[in-house]
C-alpha cells in the first residue's frame, strides 16, 4: 500500500499569551544581581569609613595624649628652668657664706671690735672683708682685705681710729698693713670723709 502523502504544510496554532505579564522563569532575576552588587559595594563603602573615621579617631586620640605630655614637659622644664635660675641666683651668696663660716678671720668680730673702738664723732658708711690671693716667691697664699670707709670731724679723730684698728688683736696678730687714704674735707658738713685699706695675711703668720 502506498504511503500516504506527507502535508507540506506545518502545524500552527494562534499563540494568545502577553510576554510583559507572564511569570519571570529565569533561575537568576538579572535585577537581583544588580542589587546585589550594588549592597555589596555600598556595604564595602561603609567598612571603609567606619574604618577610616576609627583610625582617625585613633590618631586624634594619640595626637591628644602628646600634646598633654608635651604640655606636662613644658611645665617640667619651665620649672627646671626656674629652679636653675634661682640656684644659679643664688650659688654665689651660698659660697661667700661657705667663705664666711669657714674663714680664719671672724668677721663678726673684726666689725664688733671696730665698732667698740670708734672715736666720738666717727662713723662708718661702709666696711668690707673681702678674700684676696697674694703672690710670694712665685707662690700663691690667700689673704684678706678689710676696707672701711666714714667720716670724722677732724684729722686728728682719723689719726685715732687707724691707730686703735692697727692694735686691734683680730687684726694685729696677722702679717699686714694699714693704708691710709687722702681726707678731703666736705665744705657742706665740715666733716672730714677717710677710707683705710688693710691688708691681713693668716698665712705669713
Do not use: C
Not at 38 to 60: N, T
Not at 75 to 81: A, D
Not at 172 to 178: C, D, L, R
Request: charged letters at 25%; zero cysteines.
Amino acid at each position: 500500500m502506498a504511503k500516504k502523502k506527507q502535508s507540506s504544510h506545518l502545524n500552527w496554532h494562534p499563540d494568545f499569551r502577553i510576554e510583559s505579564e507572564l511569570p519571570d522563569i529565569k533561575i537568576i532575576r538579572t535585577d537581583f544581581i544588580i542589587n546585589g552588587i550594588a549592597g555589596f559595594i555600598a556595604l564595602l563603602m561603609l567598612v571603609m569609613v567606619l574604618s577610616r573615621e576609627f583610625s582617625l579617631r585613633s590618631q586624634h586620640a594619640i595626637l591628644d595624649d602628646l600634646e598633654t605630655e608635651v604640655a606636662d614637659l613644658e611645665r617640667g622644664n619651665t620649672k627646671n628652668l626656674n629652679d636653675s635660675t634661682t640656684f644659679k641666683a643664688v650659688a654665689p651668696l651660698l659660697t661667700d657664706l661657705e667663705k664666711f663660716y669657714l674663714s680664719p678671720i671672724d668677721p663678726v668680730k673684726i666689725v664688733v671690735e671696730i665698732a667698740n673702738i670708734l672715736p666720738e664723732g666717727v662713723f662708718l658708711e661702709r666696711i668690707d672683708l673681702s678674700e684676696v690671693t697674694r703672690q710670694v716667691k712665685k707662690k700663691s697664699f690667700p689673704a684678706f682685705r678689710l676696707q672701711m670707709s666714714g667720716k670724722a670731724p677732724t684729722l686728728e679723730a682719723i689719726t685715732e681710729f687707724k691707730e686703735s684698728v692697727e692694735v686691734l688683736e683680730i687684726i694685729s696678730k696677722y702679717p699686714g698693713n694699714i693704708l691710709e687714704l687722702p681726707s678731703p674735707r666736705d665744705e657742706a658738713t665740715g666733716f672730714f670723709s677717710f677710707q683705710l685699706d688693710i691688708s691681713i695675711n693668716p698665712e705669713f703668720k
